[in-house]
């Protein structure tokens, strides 16, 4: 029992405990909250709008004048069976096994 009691007193200290995020960002509007957003290659994005710019990424406009968030995705190399062998397309974003 005093085993337990401990854990929850240990649990309740590093409650309190934990700082407040470094990554935490605080926003103020602008002025022109319908500025759109600034995508990877310099072009533009109004807020709300999501784009594909290629096969691994999308991107979208979250906040007015910021850049567009992007995210891009992580692929796993496949493991194939003969005859099939691993195939890169630039139309898909992944690799994935085709017969040559």
Request: charged share 15%; hydrophobic share 40%.
């Amino acid at each position: 029992m005093q085993a337990v009691v401990g854990l929850t007193l240990i649990l309740v200290g590093l409650t309190f405990a934990v700082p407040r995020s470094p990554l935490f960002v605080e926003y103020t509007p602008e002025k022109d909250s319908n500025k759109p957003c600034t995508l990877p290659d310099g072009s533009t994005l109004p807020i709300g709008e999501t784009v594909q710019p290629d096969p691994c990424m999308h991107c979208t406009c979250l906040i007015a004048g910021w850049d567009a968030a992007c995210a891009t995705a992580m692929c796993a190399l496949p493991l194939c069976e003969l005859p099939h062998v691993v195939t890169y397309s630039k139309d898909h974003c992944c690799p994935y096994c085709a017969v040559p």
